[in-house]
């Protein structure tokens, strides 16, 4: 088993800044490669928003490397690796409130993490906030993650269609985060068998807002995405799309292919 991967960045065509952050890491154990990945949106309207995206973002490296490593070594459960990365969120998040407070400002960030253990052969997801994980096979695109947002939360309530939540001015109106001032929050975490042979996307909500589910679908499946050169080239080609549909946001998207 292997993974190909590749992703794409941009601050988009409005912003001055990107807040969105990302990182694709791989290890050996045991003679099998294990994936980490992950994408983090900087809270917009919140004061240095790429600084908490970055900073989630190199606190999972750090845990990966150390705390992870570990565990492996000492064969733990998936369940108590799930636990150890909990512990470690919630410490980000207890580290980027004091902050905020002693610097007096607020700030805040979506994260959405995937790890694949071949070793245990399952695929552990954590996540807040509305960045997307998608499972992409030929024939279906599949959403693995439910968005932390006011719009997302009435689409799950019945209150909105997701045709309706696609115009909704209240879009950016997340219901949990990393940091934000939120100190009593839990977060979403999902153990499931990866699939060979399929693609996983991780995604900001500026790269799919303006993208349908089969536009994704054609660019993105498994078939038209045999190498990474490939890869690049679909998602360069969806974030100019996206662009040139008027997106404001920064756009970040990270493509995964587990293959035999």
């Not at 369940?79 to 610097?103: F, G, M, P, Q």
Request: include cysteine; aromatic fraction near 8%; glycine fraction near 6%.
């Amino acid at each position: 088993m292997e993974y190909i991967f590749s992703y794409v960045t941009t601050e988009g065509a409005v912003r001055k800044v990107n807040q969105d952050s990302l990182f694709i890491i791989t290890a050996v154990f045991k003679g099998q490669s294990i994936l980490f990945a992950a994408v983090c949106d900087g809270v917009g309207g919140m004061a240095q928003g790429e600084n908490a995206s970055g900073f989630v973002c190199w606190r999972l490296t750090e845990w990966f490397k150390s705390d992870f490593s570990d565990m492996m070594k000492n064969s733990a459960s998936v369940l108590k690796i799930r636990e150890s990365l909990d512990e470690c969120l919630h410490n980000v998040n207890d580290r980027i409130n004091n902050y905020a407070d002693r610097t007096n400002t607020s700030m805040g960030t979506t994260v959405t993490a995937v790890l694949i253990i071949p070793q245990l052969e399952r695929m552990l997801t954590a996540h807040a906030g509305d960045s997307r994980l998608y499972r992409i096979s030929d024939s279906d695109t599949e959403i693995l993650t439910a968005d932390h947002s006011i719009v997302g939360q009435e689409v799950r309530n019945g209150k909105l269609t997701e045709e309706m939540a696609e115009t909704d001015s209240r879009q950016n109106q997340l219901t949990n985060c990393i940091g934000g001032g939120l100190t009593d929050s839990s977060y979403d975490y999902s153990i499931s068998e990866y699939k060979l042979n399929e693609c996983y996307m991780i995604c900001s909500d500026g790269f799919r807002k303006k993208l349908s589910r089969s536009e994704i679908q054609g660019r993105l499946c498994p078939s038209v995405n045999c190498d990474e050169n490939s890869m690049a080239g679909n998602l360069e080609f969806l974030k100019n799309k996206v662009m040139s549909c008027g997106e404001k946001d920064n756009i970040t998207a990270v493509l995964v292919k587990i293959r035999n």
